[in-house]
Each structure stands twice: as structure tokens, then as C-alpha cells.
């Protein structure tokens, strides 16, 4: 198996094979039991080292952004001194999520009145979403990772625990789309600001979270047993896709040498 170099640097091009990504990631984490407890107080003084603009140049950030903005989508400066702003989140789950059974979506006056029509049933079943959807978000610059991803969740009235999934944020750097994992305290809108309202500069992305460090304790016995059947027919389609693939091949390759036969040496 080859490691690539673009985890060395905490990124996984999008052209890197997702199993050696993980791979690479949890041996790196686990290879040294103090290696998770370091990586945190790295993540957490590079935050620190951060240094928080002043009102004046937030003014001029938001101004500078809003200059660049084509839509109605602005940023905008509020009293307190936080700001307010949105995001747009693609959903790239490659496996199914868990919902209420029997549920309609929710309505305008339920948002309003934030009601929770997850709980009005126990009854689960399970789908796809459709793979790359984009929801839109207005959200706060004090408005973390975690929360943005608790709020897609509540959005697509998903029940899954929310540590199963992770914000990545894509960028173009060298010709080439790298991504990486955010942190949960992370602010997704100061990112925005700082790169821009152009999407083809950063992306916001959410994944299924497969670094090495979900909380396994966490989950139910039925969540866990869940996981197993889902992984099973993956697999099968997997083995189905392979077999059919050199099926096709095999039967190209037979067809060209009964054509070479045929033909006078």
C-alpha cells in the first residue's frame, strides 16, 4: 500500500484512495498512544496563535467581501460585533443515514415553532441521500463545526449520532483539490470570510467520519449491528461490481482471439 505524501501535511487529495487515507491516518494516530492527546494540543495552540482582527479591519474584511458578492447573500456586521453570513455545505455521504419512519418533511411553521417531528415516532428505517446535495446556511461567526453539523442533521431530520459525520473544508492549491478535516470548535464563516464568496477557492463538504477517532462507546447495540449489515452489502455490491467488470473483460478477450484465429497467418 502507498502512502501519499499529502497526508503528511494533514490533507487528503480527492484523488488519493480513500481506504490508504485511512489507513495512513489511523496508524499515525495509534502508532504512539500519546500521538491523539499531541495532535489535540498542537490543534489546540495553532487556535490560540490565531490572531482575532480588529473591529476596524473586520469592517474592512466584510466590506471588501460583500464587494465581491453577485447574489443577495451578504455578510453582515452586528452590534455585539459578531457577524452574521452564509455558508453552502455539499453532502457527499456514500452510505445511508437514519430517519423517522413514516414522517413527512418539516413545514415552514414547524421551523418557526422548532418542532422536532423526529421524536414523534420510534419507528427508524434508513436511505440515501442524494450525493453531492447542497443545503444553504445563515449562521453566526461564533456558530462552530459541531453546531453546523447538528444543524444539517436537524435539517434532513437525521437521527444518526452526529460524531459519525465531519466537516471538511476543500481548497485549490497547485492545480490540485485538497481537503481536510475541520476541528468541531472551528467557525466555519470566518474561513468564509477570509476566502471569499468564490466556491471554486473553498468549499465546505460533509462526510462520513472516518479519521479513526469516532467514539465506538457512544453508540447503541442496534446502531452498532446497523453498521454491520450496511458494510455487508456494500461489500457484496462491491464483489458484484468486480465480477461483472472482468466478466465484460473476459468475454472481450475471447471474442478478440476467436477474430485472431479466424484470420489466415
Known amino acids: 500500500m502507498t502512502v501519499h505524501n499529502s497526508m503528511s501535511s494533514g490533507y487528503c487529495s480527492l484523488d488519493d484512495d480513500l481506504e490508504e487515507c485511512f489507513f495512513t491516518a489511523k496508524t499515525t494516530l495509534f502508532r504512539n498512544p500519546q500521538n491523539k492527546l499531541a495532535a489535540k494540543n498542537v490543534t489546540k495552540t495553532v487556535e490560540e496563535a490565531k490572531p482575532k482582527p480588529t473591529i476596524q479591519q473586520l469592517k474592512e474584511m466584510i466590506s471588501n467581501y460583500n464587494s465581491k458578492v453577485n447574489n443577495c447573500l451578504l455578510m453582515k456586521l452586528n452590534d455585539d460585533d459578531t457577524y452574521t453570513g452564509f455558508i453552502k455545505v455539499h453532502l457527499k455521504l456514500r452510505r445511508p443515514v437514519t430517519v423517522p419512519a413514516g414522517i413527512r418533511p418539516p ?11 423526529a421524536n414523534m415516532t420510534e419507528k427508524r428505517t434508513s436511505f440515501y441521500l442524494p450525493l453531492d446535495a447542497i443545503k444553504q446556511l445563515h449562521i453566526s461567526s461564533t456558530t462552530t463545526v459541531s453546531e453546523v453539523i447538528q444543524g444539517l442533521l436537524k435539517k434532513f431530520m437525521v437521527v ?30 470566518y474561513l468564509r470570510l477570509l476566502a471569499g464568496p ?18 465506538w462507546d457512544n453508540f447503541s447495540i442496534p446502531e452498532l449491528q446497523n453498521f454491520l449489515v450496511i458494510l455487508e452489502r456494500e461489500e457484496k455490491d462491491k464483489i458484484q461490481q468486480v465480477q461483472k467488470k472482468y466478466s465484460k473483460f473476459k468475454q472481450r478477450l475471447q471474442e478478440a482471439l476467436k477474430e485472431a484465429n479466424g484470420k489466415p497467418g
Do not use: R, W, Y
Request: with cysteine.
Open 107 to 117: 413545514s415552514i411553521h414547524d421551523a418557526l415553532k422548532e418542532v422536532n417531528l
Open 160 to 189: 444518526d449520532n452526529p460524531q459519525k459525520f465531519a466537516l471538511f473544508k476543500q481548497m485549490q492549491k497547485d492545480g490540485q483539490v485538497l481537503s481536510q478535516k475541520l476541528p468541531v470548535t472551528e467557525c466555519p464563516l
Open 198 to 215: 468564490d466556491t471554486d477557492i473553498l468549499n465546505f463538504v460533509l462526510k462520513e467520519n472516518e479519521t479513526g477517532d469516532v467514539e
